[in-house]
């Protein structure tokens, strides 16, 4: 039976925290709007909780910027877990999220809280920050069991080879990175320096 809670804490954060992949789903305020639902991974500490109500997950280099573009019209952000082993668990946290840029004078704090892989990485886009509403978990009954394998080096391997001013460059080329899929402003071109 699915239950909610008033925190992100004990054996919630430690299952979250053990989930090698989580979806992030968005959506403008008009009706005939896109909405998005994107999954998100990479490695060990790309997301963490900062305390029982706040989340935050690094927004890296990719195609398009939907979620920030979202973000920044009405903050409406829905993030959810599921086990592809183990107990069968759906955990969703419905909230508000915002992106933080490189150049806001709350990144240097925030990128504290993010492995040291991931501090210095040329192609990190923002920080999502995420205030919790509502905490829930479900069955996950329906969920497959799925082994994890191992991350893909692919994107790490890609953008590793960027400096700011050609992953900036990079980003500037993509058609949907400085407005989303129906034309809201989504990630400042050219890219916000880093404040440190």
């Known amino acids: 039976m699915a239950k909610v809670y008033e ?12 989930q090698k992949v989580f979806f992030t789903a968005t ?7 896109r ?8 490695a060990d500490g790309s997301f963490v909780v900062i305390d029982g109500l706040t989340m935050a997950y690094l927004d890296l280099g990719g195609s398009g910027a939907e979620t920030i573009a979202h973000l920044r019209e009405n903050g409406r952000i829905t993030l ?7 107990p069968p668990t759906i955990v969703r946290v ?9 150049d806001n004078p709350r990144w240097d704090g925030l990128i504290t809280h993010f492995g040291d892989d991931f501090r210095k990485r040329t192609d990190c886009r923002a920080i999502i920050l995420v205030t919790a509403e509502r905490i829930s978990d479900s069955c996950g009954y329906a969920v497959p069991f799925m082994e994890y394998v191992e991350d893909r080096p692919l994107h790490a391997q890609r ?14 080329k993509k058609p949907y990175v400085a ?14 320096r880093r404040t440190s």
Do not use: Q
């Not at 419905?94 to 490189?102: A, K, T, W, Y």
């Open 7 to 18: 925190r992100v804490d004990g054996r919630l954060r430690s299952f979250i925290e053990e």
């Open 94 to 102: 419905h909230g508000r999220g915002e992106p933080v840029f490189r």
């Open 35 to 42: 909405v998005n639902l994107s999954p998100k991974g990479l």
């Open 179 to 192: 407005t989303s899929l129906d034309g809201l402003p989504a990630l400042p071109l050219p890219l916000p």
């Open 159 to 172: 953008f590793g080879r960027e400096t700011d001013e050609s992953f900036n460059e990079y980003c500037e």
């Open 80 to 86: 959810m877990w599921c086990a592809f082993d183990g």
């Open 27 to 33: 959506a403008p305020l008009s009706g005939d709007g």
